[in-house]
């Protein structure tokens, strides 16, 4: 089985402020992890992913996610956020070997950037 | 352009009757899942499916039905909807299981 935790359900922060949506995750095998983005009545988007190799990955808008094996975190972060980042973000693991195509998410966190 | 399209997008239907919400995707992708999203739960996969003809339950799937007799085509079924199924439902695909899910735009289902 696994399971995601992401402890914040708001986080409000500034614009050009830093901001850090944390991701914890659980599972008896390996795993790769996705941080998905909801913008208001919309679907979700892949912000990005990490499957393997360097555990710092990135997004083309500036966010950036480390994987933490030790830790069992996957913390999505940008140094300067901007109005346009409001939206829910939701971490996600899929197991990758066998597990078929289940995809598990956190119960999201909701960013809400302010001037 | 790729894509998957659900339909419809807003659905108040009543206690009881039937319904399908209907998903396609242009992409080739064997898989191929449904999703429901509701407040402070995040989202919670209901069915997925691995090829054609294969289909296998997530986490809630309770009062759902599908079926995948084509491979772009993966349809929700509610053969009796109550108001506990009210919910913003997803249909998602992905080529692999390590691949990128590509989301519909949602269903927003409402029972009374």
């Known amino acids: 089985a696994q399971s995601v935790t992401q402890l914040d359900s708001q986080v409000p922060v500034f614009e050009e402020a830093p901001v850090e949506l944390r991701c914890n995750y659980s599972s008896s095998v390996s795993v790769y992890l996705f941080w998905y983005v909801q913008y208001p009545n919309q679907g979700l988007q892949l912000l990005l992913k990490?499957?393997?190799?360097?555990?710092l990955v990135e997004s083309i808008n500036g966010f950036e996610a480390e994987f933490n094996k030790s830790q069992t975190s996957f913390h999505l972060r940008k140094p300067s956020v901007h109005i346009s980042d409001t939206a829910e973000y939701f971490c996600a693991v899929r197991q990758n070997t066998g597990g078929g195509n289940k995809l598990t998410f956190g119960t999201g966190t909701q960013l809400k950037v302010e001037l | 352009e790729a894509q998957v399209t659900q339909n419809p997008r807003y659905l108040i239907t009543v206690t009881g009757k039937k319904l399908t919400v209907t998903c396609s995707q242009n992409m080739n992708h064997e898989y191929m899942s449904w999703y429901r999203q509701d407040p402070g739960l995040g989202l919670r996969q209901i069915y997925y499916s691995m090829n054609v003809e294969v289909t296998d339950k997530g986490d809630v799937p309770e009062g759902y039905k599908v079926s995948r007799k084509e491979k772009r085509n993966f349809p929700l079924i509610l053969e009796s909807p109550s108001p506990n199924q009210t919910s913003l439902y997803f249909c998602?695909?992905?080529?692999?299981?390590?691949?990128?899910?590509?989301f519909g735009q949602g269903t927003r289902l409402t029972v009374v």
């Open positions: 990490y499957l393997s190799g360097s555990t």
């Open positions: 998602a695909s992905s080529p692999t299981p390590g691949g990128q899910a590509f």
